[in-house]
T-cell receptor, first 116, second 112 residues
Framework: AQTVTQSQPEMSVQEAETVTLSCTYD???????LFWYKQPPSRQMILVIR??????QNATENRFSVNFQKAAKSFSLKISDSQLGDTAMYFC?????????????FGKGTKLSVIP | DAGVIQSPRHEVTEMGQEVTLRCKPI?????LFWYRQTMMRGLELLIY????????DSGMPEDRFSAKMPNASFSTLKIQPSEPRDSAVYFC??????????FGPGTRLTVL
C-alpha cells in the first residue's frame, strides 16, 4: 500500500518570502501522479499543482513549483513571494496511474501560516 | 462552471437519526468520489463511482453507510443510524477519465 508522509505539521513564513513544504511517499509503482492540495479555513480543497511521474520536468503554476525527486520519492512544494491568502493546510497526495487505481492517498497535512 | 456542489454545508443531528448528504459533480466528469476528513484519520476515501456504477466501496466503514448515484449529475451518501463518531467533514469530488479530482466545499456533519 502507498503511504504519503508530510513531516512538518506546522510552518510559518514572512509575507513575500519563500517557503518549501516537504512530502515523501512510498510506492513500488513506476507510473503515478502526485498532487498538492490547499485547504484554507473555508475548508474547500483546492488543487494547487500536479506532477506526472514519467515527466522529469518539475511542474510550475505561477508562484508554486515542485521539486520532484523520483529516486528519492520526494515531492516538495515551493511557494515564492508568499501572500496572506496562502495561509492554509497543504496536503500532498498520491495516485497510481494504472487502470482502476483512482484512489488518492493523502498525507496528514502541513499547516502554513503567512505572517504579515 | 459551478464546480462540485454539495448540500447541506452543515448538518447537526442527533444520534440515531438518518443523515443524507448530497453531491452534484462537474458536468462531463465520469468519476465521483466520497471522502471523509477527521482530525484523527485525515482524509479517507469511502467509495467511488465510474459512470454511476460503484467501483470500490472498501472504505465504507460500516453497513450504516450507503451511497448511490442514480444518474450522472447526482449522488447521495446516507448514514443510518448516525452515531457521534460519524462527526466529520464529508467531501465529494469528481474527475474526468483518470485525471485530477476536483473537490466540493464539503459538508460538516455533527452528530450529538
Amino acid at each position: 500500500a502507498q503511504t504519503v508522509t508530510q513531516s512538518q505539521p506546522e510552518m510559518s513564513v514572512q509575507e513575500a518570502e519563500t517557503v518549501t513544504l516537504s512530502c515523501t511517499y512510498d510506492t513500488s509503482e513506476n507510473n503515478y501522479y502526485l498532487f498538492w492540495y490547499k485547504q484554507p479555513p473555508s475548508r474547500q480543497m483546492i488543487l494547487v499543482i500536479r506532477q506526472e511521474a514519467y515527466k522529469q520536468q518539475n511542474a510550475t503554476e505561477n508562484r508554486f513549483s515542485v521539486n520532484f525527486q523520483k529516486a528519492a520519492k520526494s515531492f516538495s512544494l515551493k511557494i515564492s513571494d508568499s501572500q496572506l491568502g496562502d495561509t492554509a493546510m497543504y496536503f500532498c497526495a498520491f495516485r497510481n496511474s494504472g487502470a482502476g487505481s483512482y484512489q488518492l492517498t493523502f498525507g496528514k497535512g502541513t499547516k502554513l501560516s503567512v505572517i504579515p | 462552471d459551478a464546480g462540485v456542489i454539495q448540500s447541506p454545508r452543515h448538518e447537526v443531528t442527533e444520534m440515531g437519526q438518518e443523515v443524507t448528504l448530497r453531491c452534484k459533480p462537474i458536468s462531463g466528469h465520469d468519476y465521483l468520489f466520497w471522502y471523509r476528513q477527521t482530525m484523527m484519520r485525515g482524509l479517507e476515501l469511502l467509495i467511488y463511482f465510474n459512470n454511476n456504477v460503484p467501483i470500490d466501496d472498501s472504505g465504507m466503514p460500516e453497513d450504516r453507510f450507503s451511497a448511490k448515484m442514480p444518474n450522472a449529475s447526482f449522488s447521495t451518501l446516507k448514514i443510518q443510524p448516525s452515531e457521534p463518531r460519524d462527526s466529520a467533514v464529508y467531501f465529494c469530488a469528481s474527475s474526468p477519465i483518470a485525471d485530477t479530482q476536483y473537490f466540493g466545499p464539503g459538508t460538516r456533519l455533527t452528530v450529538l
